[in-house]
């Protein structure tokens, strides 16, 4: 007797994961699960690029007060800043605005596969860093529908409630004002929204899947993820006060 052969999966073609990750997303990275991350991560940063630079008129009033909330506390821990500095410091942050999300967007998701690899390491997950960039890549896509769901916000709202980035989030920290609200607290809510959870659950499915763990473990991994994440911004703010 011959041993039965696991079933292969299901074919289907590349641009069927970028819809099917939001709906189906066990399937998708069954289907993926030896597959490269690099054309999956080229399509999504061309995608969430244009969406950018096309709605990056009506951000423009959120980078505008972060900018500014951000000289503002500059100034008040060196009182001999200058106005004509601070107006430098203007033209350079939003000079190097775009230049930022070109660089940065890339190795965000390059670091995320790389976490999302330790995490599964953490607890028990057989994925290989290649794959673990492969669920890295994929579990980033509902950052394009955060875009878009906060630049309709950005279009819609009266700017004066366009505070900043908090503003157009789906999650806890929109409830609370960011100039009086302590930068490591705000900071740690900004992790608590919609998006950011269905991306730390998608990487769940995806060690889940591929590292063929349980689930109450991926979801663990998960949330290491989520943890390690949260820590770019937190640490920052803790070191500032």
């Known amino acids: 007797m011959t041993a039965p052969t696991a079933p292969t999966p299901e074919r289907s073609a590349l641009w069927e994961d970028f819809l099917e990750i939001f709906v189906k997303p066990s399937a998708v990275f069954e289907r993926r699960k030896d597959a490269g991350f690099f054309v999956p991560l080229l399509i999504f940063l061309v995608l969430f690029l244009a969406i950018w630079f096309g709605l990056k008129g009506a951000f423009q009033p959120i980078m505008d007060a972060e900018i500014s909330r951000g000289i503002a506390k500059a100034m008040a821990k060196n009182p001999q800043m200058t106005e004509e500095i601070a107006s430098g410091m203007r033209a350079a942050s939003e000079k190097f605005a775009v230049?930022?999300?070109?660089?940065?967007?890339?190795?965000?998701?390059?670091?995320?596969?790389?976490?999302?690899?330790?995490?599964?390491?953490?607890v028990g997950a057989a994925v290989s860093l290649g794959a673990a960039m492969m669920i890295a890549t994929y579990s980033y896509f509902p950052r394009i529908l955060e875009l878009l769901a906060s630049g309709a916000q950005a279009l819609l709202l009266p700017e004066e409630q366009l505070t900043g980035e908090a503003s157009v989030k789906l999650g806890v920290a929109r409830a609370f004002d960011p100039d009086t609200t302590s930068a490591v607290l705000m900071a740690t809510l900004m992790r608590v929204d919609v998006f950011t959870l269905w991306v730390t659950f998608l990487i769940a499915v995806g060690l889940h899947v591929v590292g063929k763990i349980p689930m109450n473990k991926a979801l663990l991994g998960g949330a290491i993820v989520w943890v390690i994440g949260a820590l770019p911004k937190i640490l920052p703010a803790m070191i500032s006060g």
Not at 109 to 117: I, Y
């Open 99 to 122: 230049i930022g999300i070109l660089v940065s967007l890339p190795v965000v998701v390059l670091l995320l596969g790389l976490t999302t690899w330790v995490a599964g390491k953490i």
